[in-house]
Each structure stands twice: as structure tokens, then as C-alpha cells.
């Protein structure tokens, strides 16, 4: 596609429910990077991938938070048993480089409210 | 570990003022350095970046950044501002030998036409 592409754009959840979020990063791209934007703060880092390989997962902020790639391509973050605090946008971006050095490019992003 | 800080939250200013938003950062090794901006109903997009080389770096629609080493700073410029200028600006860092990038809180540019 002509640009990284995030489903769904919204997402309504009750405390309690698991949530897959997918990205579709552009074609060929090795790189690809989950963050969360809560309301008024920028960007935080969750989990980079190259290719299929998990390479950082620092970012994400408990074991509820789950994030694959299993062909290099498309990537799902899972969420399970979602709580309050994890209502915010989460940004999908690639790269077709390693790493961010190169141009980032972003989805819209998920925004996910968890009631 | 590394942060970024942008001194402004908010900036208001009228078409044609002058804009300089700060940023500093807190690694003292060898960075890359970033400017993104998101449009109103748009995606972040790259506005200029900073590899090595000349410290003043030019990006697109008029905006400049100079990276000072001694100050750890990043400060993003453009001598003119537009109303299509309105949007929220991103400083973000990240260290050479680091694959992620860390951004800041944020700045919101709202230009009166």
C-alpha cells in the first residue's frame, strides 16, 4: 500500500477484554515499531521489530502486553485483560532500514478507549 | 536512559512572527536527532533530521534546526509562520547505537490568520 495502514481506527473496550490492534507497514519494510500516545504526551516507545525477530521490547509496560510478527510483514498488538490506564492512541511505524535512522513512517494510529 | 524535553506546551503566535520551540536532550554520547510534526487530522511525519556534519540543518516548508553539542540542545526555527503551520511538533532522539527513537511531550503551534 502507498503508506502504513492501522486497524481498526477506534476501538471501545470494556476493563476486562482482550484487543488485537493490527499494522500493515509499507511493503518491503524491514523495520517496524509499536508506541503508545496517551492524551497530551508524546510518543512512548513499546516494541521494534526487524523483519520477524523481536528485537526491543522494553517499552512494553506489563506481560499483558503481547506484540508479533510472524512473517515479517503485518504485526498485531495484543492486549489482554485491558484496564483504564491503557486507553490511548497507539502508532504503528516502519522503516526500510534497521532501526530508526532512516525516515519513520506513521500510521493514524488505533485509538483505543477502555471504559 | 535517555529523554527529551520540550520547553513549550503551547505557543500561540500571529502569520509572519518568528518561531524558535526548544528541545534538549539528556545523552551524552553520539545522537541522531529529529523534528516530526502532526498536521491537524494528519499521521506524524519526518519534518528534518540530524546525522553528523553541518550542525545547522535545513527541512521542508522553510523550517531549520541547529544541534549545539555543549548545550544538548536541538531547537527548531523557521523566521516566518504561516497558518498552515499550525500543528503539533515532535523533538525526538536516538542514540547511535540504539534502534528506537525517543520522543518528547510535544508542542502545540497554533498560528492566528
Known amino acids: 500500500g502507498a503508506g502504513v495502514s492501522q486497524s481498526p481506527r477506534y476501538k471501545v473496550a470494556k476493563r476486562g477484554q482482550d484487543v488485537a490492534l493490527r499494522c500493515d507497514p509499507i511493503s518491503g519494510h524491514v523495520s517496524l515499531f509499536w508506541y503508545q500516545q496517551a492524551l497530551g504526551q508524546g510518543p512512548e516507545f513499546l516494541t521494534y521489530f526487524q523483519n520477524e525477530a523481536q528485537l526491543d521490547k522494553s517499552g512494553l509496560p506489563s506481560d499483558r502486553f503481547f506484540a508479533e510478527r510472524p512473517e515479517g510483514s503485518v504485526s498485531t498488538l495484543k492486549i489482554q485483560r485491558t484496564q483504564q490506564e491503557d486507553s490511548a492512541v497507539y502508532l504503528c511505524?516502519?522503516?526500510?532500514?534497521?532501526?530508526?535512522?532512516?525516515?519513520?513512517?506513521f500510521g493514524s494510529g488505533t485509538q483505543l478507549s477502555v471504559l | 536512559a535517555q529523554s527529551v524535553s520540550q520547553h513549550n506546551h503551547h505557543v500561540i503566535l500571529s502569520e509572519a512572527a518568528s518561531l524558535e520551540l526548544g528541545c534538549n536532550y539528556s545523552?551524552?554520547?553520539?545522537?541522531?536527532l529529529f523534528w516530526y510534526v502532526q498536521y491537524p487530522g494528519q499521521h506524524l511525519q519526518l519534518l528534518l533530521k540530524?546525522?553528523?556534519?553541518?550542525?545547522l540543518v535545513k527541512g521542508i516548508k522553510g523550517f531549520e534546526a541547529e544541534f549545539i553539542k555543549s548545550k544538548f540542545s536541538f531547537n527548531l526555527r523557521k523566521p516566518s509562520v504561516q497558518w498552515s503551520d499550525t500543528a503539533e511538533y515532535f523533538c525526538?532522539?536516538?542514540?547511535?547505537?540504539?534502534?528506537?527513537?525517543?520522543f518528547g511531550k510535544g508542542t502545540r503551534l497554533h498560528i492566528l490568520p
Open positions: 545523552y551524552g554520547g553520539t545522537v541522531n
Open positions: 525526538a532522539v536516538n542514540e547511535e547505537r540504539d534502534d528506537k527513537i525517543i
Open positions: 540530524y546525522f553528523s556534519g553541518d550542525p
Open positions: 511505524a516502519s522503516s526500510s532500514n534497521r532501526g530508526s535512522n532512516e525516515k519513520l513512517f
